[in-house]
């Protein structure tokens, strides 16, 4: 029988163990394709809103590009994870799939926000990075079961506007932007970090409930109860069954129980027999 996981303790050793045990990966795994439904809806929201913001200012023909990058990203992951929940897929392969779709929607949000940041004006590349804020504090949720694939997408949403902004300029506004975009990154993986861990103890403590239920039932469908009226005889002691056969006491409670004999004597019959 699997040994039932134990809680986790205080260092991240704990959480790479917990996160070995299949139940517990399994169940994360799940949670990652019940968030992406609302993660893809998000991501052609706010494309519609960038496109909104800049459509003024940046080439229509590149917006369009850029729009359709994200619509061919969004639908690609929709395909994958309509496919994945209807293919029972394993936990590994969930997340390979998540990370993968993830980097592919973060290369093509970053790409687009480093030209925008290196063309754009500097009140509307502050919009733009709202826009990207929004994204990284959703994946705090729909993300919260896997921690490489939301530092993926943190990491690729975030850096290439730092880049385009400390490439555009270096006075003053540029280099304050650019830190706190690296701050705001740093300050969100703590956070993702200390979320992830409190849902895999969370995930885990359902898994020890379930089967520590599975070993209660297991226990008590191995218990066996004796009850009612026993008819027994006044003379010898056997016990009569239902179909009308007689047993010997222990014969009877043997096969009725889990209770085993030992025999021995009592003290009035040690007496009886020594005299």
Not at 5 to 21: C, E, F, K, S
Not at 24 to 52: D, F, N, P, T
Not at 227 to 234: R, V
Request: proline share 4%; aromatic share 6%.
């Amino acid at each position: 029988m699997e040994p039932v996981p134990t809680p986790i303790g205080g260092d991240l050793d704990d959480v790479r163990r917990a996160l070995r045990n299949p139940a517990v990966a399994q169940a994360l795994a799940q949670r990652l394709l019940s968030g992406s439904a609302a993660a893809e809806l998000a991501h052609l929201v706010l494309a519609a809103l960038i496109a909104g913001i800049l459509f003024h200012v940046v080439p229509v023909s590149y917006l369009a590009a850029w729009g359709a990058a994200v619509v061919a990203a969004v639908a690609g992951r929709t395909w994958w994870r309509l496919r994945a929940l209807r293919g029972d897929y394993s936990a590994p392969r969930i997340q390979r799939g998540i990370r993968d779709w993830v980097a592919l929607s973060g290369t093509v949000w970053g790409l687009g926000a480093w030209w925008v940041s290196a063309h754009a004006p500097f009140a509307l590349i502050a919009l733009v990075l709202v826009v990207l804020a929004g994204m990284v504090a959703g994946a705090l949720v729909t993300l919260m079961p896997d921690r490489s694939a939301f530092l993926i997408l943190t990491g690729l949403l975030l850096v290439p506007p730092a880049i385009g902004i400390l490439a555009t300029s270096t006075d003053h506004d540029h280099v304050s932007a650019a830190i706190l975009i690296v701050v705001f990154g740093g300050f969100e993986a703590i956070v993702h970090q200390r979320a992830h861990r409190t849902l895999v103890e969370h995930v885990l403590t359902k898994v020890r409930a379930v089967r520590q239920h599975q070993e209660l039932q297991e226990s008590l469908g191995r218990v066996k109860l004796l009850s009612g009226l026993l008819p027994i005889c006044a003379g010898c002691k056997k016990i009569r069954d239902a179909e009308g056969v007689w047993y010997e006491v222990e014969v009877y409670v043997r096969e009725r129980s889990e209770a085993e004999f030992s025999h021995g004597l009592c003290p009035d019959c040690v007496e009886r027999y020594s005299s």
